[in-house]
């Protein structure tokens, strides 16, 4: 069985446009426009458009400089953000709890301008001057990189007159290797001045000395043992290497240079 080919082809009047389908197409797109509200801007609409771009011509460079300028100061603003989470950080290891600070530290300067810092592990305020410590301890710069470390069981510090008082197994360490011990000792703070009168026992390059106290000032260079003394010298040796010890009974006081 056999098909006609001639009527499955394509013919000119598939392709012929429908006149009057355009027509009514182009018509109701008319009528659509028409029905649009279509305002014409107004000389106030005008005016406000023009104030708008005059504003965004200087806001746009503003900002900009804005921008720039932040880019600039972020290395300081970091900066200061480490230093705020420092500080938190420290904040965070104190503890406040009826009337008791744990890992309180107080700084100031002596009357050469020296910084010293005390720390104690537990501090109570007894009213607006008197702070008590427990475990405290001073650091105290003596000028020419050169320091001493002090430190006790208990302690009372003063901060207007800027005094510490120790008690309790009090030990003196110096960077040029002297070391004292002693039940109490007197700090001013502002002249650099330790002081004590309940007996001392030294060990340090001069050797070894027990004394009923001592007087030391910093700044002046002055280190005074005070009452009976026992001294053994660490060139007070005989022939065979032993260490001669020299009491010494008389309350002269003894000096020497610190």
């Given at each position: 069985m056999s098909t006609d080919d001639s009527d499955q082809r394509?013919?000119?009047?598939?392709?012929?446009?429908?006149?009057?389908?355009?027509a009514a197409l182009r018509e109701a797109m008319?009528?659509?426009g028409d029905r649009r509200n279509r305002q014409v801007p107004t000389a106030a609409d005008m005016a406000r458009r023009r104030s708008l771009l005059g504003a965004a011509k200087w806001a746009l460079p503003s900002l900009a400089l804005l921008l720039l300028?932040?880019?600039?100061?972020?290395?300081?603003?970091?900066?200061l953000m480490n230093e705020n989470r420092a500080?938190?950080?420290?904040?965070?290891?104190?503890?406040?709890?009826?009337?008791?600070?744990?890992?309180?530290?107080?700084?100031?300067l002596d009357a050469h301008d020296r910084p010293y810092m005390i720390t104690s592990r537990v501090t109570q305020q007894n009213g607006p001057d008197r702070i008590d410590m427990t475990d405290p301890v001073a650091d105290i710069f003596l000028g020419g990189n050169s320091w001493a470390d002090v430190r006790a069981?208990?302690?009372?510090?003063?901060?207007?007159?800027?005094?510490l008082n120790?008690?309790?197994?009090?030990?003196?360490?110096?960077?040029?290797?002297?070391?004292?011990?002693?039940?109490?000792a007197d700090i001013d703070l502002k002249r650099s001045v330790i002081a004590s009168n309940d007996g001392v026992h030294a060990e340090g390059p001069f050797g070894v000395l027990d004394a009923q106290g001592y007087?030391?000032?910093?700044?002046?260079?002055?280190?005074?043992?005070?009452?009976?003394?026992?001294?053994?010298?660490?060139?007070?040796?005989?022939?065979?290497?032993?260490?001669?010890?020299?009491?010494?009974?008389?309350p002269t006081d003894k000096r020497a240079t610190p």
């Open positions: 394509p013919q000119r009047s598939d392709f012929e446009r429908n006149t009057a389908r355009l008319r009528a659509q300028g932040s880019i600039a100061v972020w290395p300081e603003i970091a900066r500080a938190i950080r420290e904040m965070s290891r104190i503890k406040v709890e009826s009337g008791n600070m744990e890992g309180a530290t107080y700084r100031g069981d208990h302690g009372v510090y003063m901060q207007r007159e800027q005094t120790l008690t309790g197994h009090v030990v003196l360490y110096r960077d040029d290797g002297t070391l004292m011990n002693g039940p109490t007087f030391l000032d910093q700044h002046a260079g002055l280190l005074q043992f005070t009452g009976p003394e026992r001294v053994i010298r660490n060139d007070d040796q005989d022939a065979m290497g032993t260490p001669n010890a020299r009491p010494d009974a008389s």
